[in-house]
């Protein structure tokens, strides 16, 4: 049909800013690293303000206020130090802290003829197993949410067309968020796993939904105004896009990063202080990390949730 043809016509780069369009227009998909690397493109994110915030006072004071750049700069590096560095040392501690006592209730007689420790070991199996559906849900949620879908879907060879938002730093933020996403995993298996349920069940609940907190501090500090304008810089950069293609204007200087000179985008770039080849190096390496990543979250889901259902001990020995 007709419509079938259109759309096989549309290329990755109108399907993919259509989508991503759809979700900002719901509030939907974007989290604080993809923010950053829009701002960090967006000339006018980097406009700081001054205002007379007590002027309804009669003082005239002028108050500088930081640019949304800025804004959003410092609250990426809390949220990085809180998902990546925070969430890896609270692992660690706990692992440190409780390694010693790790043992396997297989062998053990209570493990497997206490009629009571039965039920323990199916609550503690199906809540691993919880996790473990969550493993796809989130992987999936990440990779296809907000700008991510620029680099997951868009080939690397156009990424000197898409000056909306830093590509690198958009792989950095998915990198982030799949490292994440791994130690929560892991670290809620640990946590089911020494938690001992004749003790107190709903430590182990708690306890596990709490790492998986982590993963949505990034989607939780982005506010209405950012998605507002990372849509509108979206709605101009497609527009743009579709002008040129229309009037077949030569494509693409690789070696500037950038249209033709004559191009007239809403949001300009700023030069690249690496190149095309360089950038494309890079984000290899990156998304390389990030399916190693995501392969051994995915393998943790499938083992874990059987070794804790083999070596689980709802009791506590040392009492």
């Known amino acids: 049909t007709e419509e079938e043809e259109k759309h096989d016509d549309k290329d990755a780069v109108v399907t993919v800013f259509e989508s991503v ?3 900002l227009e719901n509030n939907e998909g ?3 690293y993809q923010v950053l690397a829009f701002r960090a493109m967006d000339p006018r994110s980097r406009r700081m303000k001054i205002k007379k915030p007590f002027s309804k006072f009669r003082v005239n004071l002028d108050i500088l206020y930081l640019s949304s750049y800025q804004r959003v700069f410092y609250v990426a590096m ?3 130090s809180l998902q990546v560095i925070g969430i890896s040392i609270i692992f660690y501690r706990q692992f440190e802290d ?4 790790f043992e396997c209730a297989y062998d053990l007689d209570e493990g497997w003829r206490n009629d009571m420790n039965w039920v323990y070991k199916l609550l503690a199996f199906l809540w691993a197993s ?3 559906l969550l493993i796809g849900i989130n992987q999936n949620s990440i990779r296809h ?6 680099i997951d879907q868009i080939p690397n060879k156009m990424y000197s067309i898409i000056d909306i938002a830093d590509i690198v730093m958009l792989h950095v933020g998915l990198l982030c968020n799949l490292y994440t996403l791994l130690v929560a995993v892991v670290g809620s298996y640990f946590i089911i796993f020494t938690t001992k349920v004749e003790d107190n069940a709903m430590e182990m609940v708690l306890n596990a939904v709490a790492l998986f907190f982590m993963i949505e501090l990034d989607n939780m500090l982005v506010t209405k105004s950012d998605y507002k304008c990372v849509e509108q810089g979206c709605k101009a950069f497609l527009r743009e896009y579709l002008k040129e293609k229309e009037q077949n204007l030569p494509c693409i200087k690789q070696k500037e990063r950038r249209f033709k000179p004559n191009r007239n985008f809403a949001f300009k770039p700023k030069k690249q202080c690496i190149g095309i080849k360089g950038m494309s190096r890079m984000t290899k390496c990156v998304e390389c990390f990030g399916y190693i990543i995501a392969g051994i979250t995915v393998i943790s889901g499938l083992v874990f949730p059987v070794a804790i259902l083999l070596c689980y001990n709802g009791f506590d020995h040392n009492q």
């Open 21 to 23: 369009i759809a979700q």
């Open 30 to 32: 974007l989290d604080i």
């Open 78 to 80: 809390i949220v990085f």
């Open 98 to 101: 409780t390694a010693a006592s």
């Open 130 to 132: 919880v996790i473990t």
């Open 145 to 150: 949410s907000g700008l991510i879908e620029i």
